[in-house]
């Protein structure tokens, strides 16, 4: 594997160092996004514009109806945290631009995969309390503490995402990047990805998350659905299915089922608090913070950052107006992995099964909402748009704007010199 990594390495060293900075750490993750911030603007002073797809265009669309929503509500942090937003659409504006051929996509893949599971080896160190929980600064850092403590969390692992149900989510899609490498490639290397993957499969299933498990499920039905073929394909669908029902008959043997009555009742009891909340502002919402900073004679449970639940988030925080501008990017989303299957692209089947994953863990948390994870999502749905603009043939194939000047800057440099 050493080779691939150099290989890797060779192409985009600004791009795969910014990634050790995403896996590694919850808050050194948003350097790599500082940097593409100012670069995006600095390259749109001297009149370089890039491919906008419905993704971006979409987040832009976020950014402008959150920051509405928080000046409407009257409320700083919602108005602070919407530029969350112009922060994501910048990311996506990048990776429409910079990933647009299935052999780079895989590179980005691969090297995630790799970085994973060294993030996953801290998690079997907290595991095992080879790492203990103490709370100390460099703990903080780089995830391997959870900073919002509560009971439920104390003994979970947390990986390198600070929060047990962000590492699940980030594991969980992970597992299905190994799926497809594990069919892809042969011999030695193979052997490697599988032993990878069940160390995946292992770290997620250590951080207790019902929810990502629910998603992973549903990812690897998408996953099998899509790129399964005839008896194979039928295979993959009975074992999911064998598995499903397991997971209903026998709650107990998965992790933490002995508490899934319990739970279910304290997520009904936000969902009805947070149905509640939209009710009252059905149109507008109540801004990205409204949740966790609404007045008790409104919201009468706990203190939440969101709803556990994608779809009831948005209708709470942004109205329905957001919820609409939301439904219209997952519409266009769907059109393009439908075309992109139509003209054959190898790739389709791992990025709607990854899409799967975050929207079955979405109907029982908000992980997006982590900087890590909210990044890996937003990239991923990004790709499909610039992957559909390059097998299109619309347009000409789109080389990063900002990486192919910073190379020329380079080669400048040195003929002058």
């Given at each position: 594997?050493?080779?691939?990594?150099?290989?890797?390495?060779?192409?985009?060293?600004?791009?795969?160092?910014?990634?050790?900075?995403?896996?590694?750490?919850?808050?050194?993750?948003?350097?790599?996004?500082?940097?593409?911030?100012?670069?995006?603007?600095?390259?749109?002073?001297?009149?370089?514009?890039?491919?906008?797809?419905?993704?971006?265009?979409?987040?832009?669309l976020?950014?402008?109806?959150?920051?509405?929503?928080?000046?409407?509500?009257?409320?700083?942090?919602?108005?602070?945290?919407?530029?969350?937003?112009?922060?994501?659409?910048?990311?996506?504006?990048?990776?429409?631009?910079?990933?647009?051929?299935?052999e780079?996509?895989?590179?980005?893949?691969?090297?995630?995969?790799?970085?994973?599971?060294?993030?996953?080896?801290?998690?079997?160190?907290?595991?095992?309390?080879?790492?203990?929980?103490?709370?100390?600064?460099?703990?903080?850092?780089?995830g391997?503490?959870?900073?919002?403590?509560?009971?439920?969390?104390?003994?979970?692992?947390?990986?390198?995402?600070?929060?047990?149900?962000?590492?699940?989510?980030?594991?969980?899609?992970?597992?299905l990047?190994?799926?497809y490498?594990?069919?892809?490639?042969?011999?030695?290397?193979?052997?490697?990805?599988?032993?990878?993957?069940?160390?995946?499969?292992?770290?997620?299933?250590?951080?207790?998350?019902?929810?990502?498990?629910?998603?992973?499920?549903?990812?690897?039905?998408?996953y099998?659905?899509?790129?399964?073929?005839?008896?194979?394909?039928?295979?993959?669908?009975?074992?999911?299915?064998?598995?499903?029902?397991?997971?209903?008959?026998?709650?107990?043997?998965?992790?933490?089922?002995?508490?899934?009555?319990?739970?279910?009742?304290?997520?009904?009891?936000?969902?009805?608090?947070?149905?509640?909340?939209?009710?009252?502002?059905?149109?507008?919402g109540?801004?990205?913070?409204?949740?966790?900073?609404?007045?008790?004679?409104?919201?009468?449970?706990?203190?939440?950052?969101?709803?556990?639940?994608?779809?009831?988030?948005?209708?709470?925080?942004?109205?329905?107006?957001?919820?609409?501008?939301?439904?219209?990017?997952?519409?266009?989303?769907?059109?393009?992995?439908?075309?992109l299957?139509?003209?054959?692209?190898?790739?389709?089947?791992?990025?709607?099964?990854?899409?799967?994953?975050?929207?079955?863990?979405?109907?029982?948390?908000?992980?997006?909402?982590?900087?890590?994870?909210?990044?890996?999502?937003?990239?991923?749905?990004?790709?499909?748009g610039?992957?559909?603009?390059?097998?299109?043939?619309?347009?000409?194939?789109?080389?990063?704007?900002?990486?192919?000047?910073?190379?020329?800057?380079?080669?400048?440099?040195?003929?002058?010199?």
């Amino acid at each position: 594997m050493p080779d691939v990594v150099i290989m890797i390495l060779k192409r985009d060293t600004a791009v795969y160092l910014s990634m050790i900075l995403i896996v590694f750490s919850p808050f050194l993750a948003l350097l790599p996004v500082v940097l593409l911030f100012f670069n995006y603007f600095r390259y749109h002073r001297e009149g370089d514009f890039g491919y906008r797809g419905t993704w971006s265009l979409g987040l832009l669309l976020l950014f402008v109806w959150s920051l509405f929503v928080g000046i409407f509500n009257h409320h700083m942090m919602s108005v602070v945290a919407s530029f969350a937003f112009l922060a994501l659409y910048i990311i996506s504006f990048f990776a429409q631009n910079r990933f647009q051929s299935e052999e780079d996509i895989e590179e980005l893949f691969l090297y995630a995969f790799l970085l994973t599971i060294g993030s996953a080896l801290f998690g079997v160190f907290e595991n095992f309390n080879i790492i203990n929980r103490d709370p100390i600064w460099w703990k903080y850092l780089f995830g391997l503490c959870t900073v919002i403590e509560n009971e439920e969390n104390l003994l979970r692992i947390t990986g390198t995402f600070g929060n047990p149900n962000l590492a699940a989510s980030w594991y969980a899609v992970m597992v299905l990047v190994g799926c497809y490498f594990a069919e892809r490639k042969s011999g030695r290397k193979r052997v490697s990805i599988i032993i990878g993957t069940i160390f995946c499969v292992a770290v997620l299933i250590m951080t207790e998350s019902r929810g990502a498990l629910v998603g992973l499920f549903l990812g690897l039905f998408i996953y099998a659905f899509v790129f399964g073929q005839g008896k194979s394909r039928i295979m993959r669908f009975l074992l999911l299915l064998c598995g499903f029902v397991l997971a209903l008959t026998y709650p107990t043997w998965f992790p933490r089922g002995d508490f899934l009555p319990s739970s279910i009742d304290l997520r009904q009891a936000i969902w009805e608090n947070c149905f509640n909340l939209f009710l009252k502002k059905p149109v507008t919402g109540w801004g990205l913070m409204g949740i966790y900073f609404a007045d008790s004679n409104v919201y009468q449970y706990l203190r939440i950052l969101h709803a556990h639940n994608v779809i009831l988030s948005l209708m709470t925080m942004l109205g329905s107006i957001g919820l609409a501008i939301f439904a219209w990017m997952e519409w266009r989303l769907l059109q393009d992995i439908i075309f992109l299957r139509e003209k054959k692209c190898r790739l389709v089947p791992l990025l709607a099964g990854i899409h799967a994953i975050f929207i079955g863990h979405g109907l029982f948390d908000f992980t997006m909402m982590g900087q890590q994870i909210g990044i890996l999502f937003i990239a991923c749905s990004a790709i499909v748009g610039g992957l559909t603009r390059s097998f299109s043939g619309v347009f000409p194939k789109y080389r990063n704007i900002l990486i192919e000047k910073n190379r020329l800057h380079h080669i400048n440099k040195k003929i002058s010199s």
